[in-house]
């Protein structure tokens, strides 16, 4: 793990969510092994990690230090829940993945139905992978990325850093805060008191994100005691993550364009305390919901959301995942030079994913205290492509390469047996421990669609 490092991005991030230039709180770092990477991922998810557990501490003016743990802090951002004695889900669709195009590489992202048919319209239907990578081989990177994209599907060919810092994208994501914060006009005073063992019991947390980083920031936020319900649509489905992102959540569903399903998000909405959602950029504000009237619905809501490519720039509304941005913004070419390959080599783990959750969770926390002390609304957008660049400043040298946390399964005393929807697992212990204030879930995991979309009372 390196130490330099750790503590600039411990400085960034502080700064980030404090929009202030004050030193951040110390941190005690243990289990320092780190996963090999040409980029400082270990010490992203420590510090990510630790700023959410730091805004938790400074709901309550905890100032005690907080211990965190690198090395599992790192298998965070690999699994936190393990079967046991079952498979684990596949995590890609057999197409998905890196191929060769006639002047480079390019990667396709069809983990969801339609977005695996939106390839198919500009490639064709093929009977094996191998046979895709021979079509795919006629095209070129910047073509095929296009057009796939036109077709409503998701691919991002592979760019250099410095291809990145000359695109319209790459110029205008590094312009962006890392948390972009306002404050809102006042709301009504909250009905929680926020108690240092469960700081957020009683908060109602309404979760409109999918894949990795979002739900990431609310699972976080149901360790803490919110009660969160998560709203997906009708159909949608994802068996390589449900049972390791909906642990202490209920989870819904709702047709956001039902005159009826409206109706009653609109009411969970009235009644809520946290709103987080990924959509792309104008498409919350396409159905009739933009910032103003999600406050309007609930004076004084924190609002915090998610993008994949950014808040402004060309692709501002273009689908992203993790790997596609790692693929476009330069990490993936940075780690075939640095292998001496000539394959894409992404992140060891999807972290961009992972400590943008959790920045997430800081930013939401960060506006329940501004709610506290001002009585303000708060919202804040946050991007994959904007975590990227704290990477990308950070490259690692040769000689400070880490010695590498292995393959190895978690150790006993670094995990726990749970029961969830799907039979047994272990769980990964917290990796930070923040005096009187543990994280700890109150409901296993659960298939989306289970839960009826309603609050209840006390939040059972």
Known sequence: MNDRITAELWQQLWQGLRNALSAPP???????QALVSAYPVSELATTSMALAAQAAASLNDNDRPLRIDCALASRWFQHALRPIHRPPAALWDPFAGDYACADGWVRLHTNAPHHREAME??????????????????????????????????????RSLQEWQQHPQGQSVS???????SLQPCGPAPA??????????????????????????TRFLAGLGADVLRIDPHGWHEPALEEEMTLGKRCARLDLKSTDDRRRFEQLLAQSDVLVHGYRADALSNLGYDPETRQKLRPGLV?????AWGWTGPWRNRRGFD?????ACGIADRGREWQGGDAPVPLPVQALDHATGYLMAAAVLEGLRQRLQHGTGFTARLSL??????????????????????????????QEMVLSGWGMAAQLRAPFWLPGTPLMWSRSPSPLGSAAAEWRENGS
């Open 26 to 32: 110390a941190l005690k770092i243990t289990g320092r």
């Open 121 to 158: 319209r500009v490639l064709g239907q093929h009977d094996n992978r191998q046979a895709l990578a021979d079509t795919v081989a006629e095209w070129d990177r910047f073509t095929l990325e296009q057009a796939v994209v036109d077709a409503g599907g998701c691919a991002a060919a592979l």
């Open 175 to 181: 312009r962006e805060a890392l948390i972009e914060q």
């Open 192 to 217: 929680w008191s926020l108690p240092p063992a469960r700081p957020l019991l009683g908060v109602r947390v309404l979760d409109l994100t999918r894949i990795i980083a979002g739900p990431v920031a």
């Open 303 to 307: 609002d915090v959301s998610l993008n």
């Open 323 to 327: 790997s596609l941005v790692q693929m």
């Open 385 to 414: 492509a904007r975590t990227a660049c704290l990477l990308t400043d950070h490259p690692l040298s040769a000689d400070e390469l880490p010695g590498g946390l292995g393959a190895r399964q978690p150790q006993d005393e670094e």
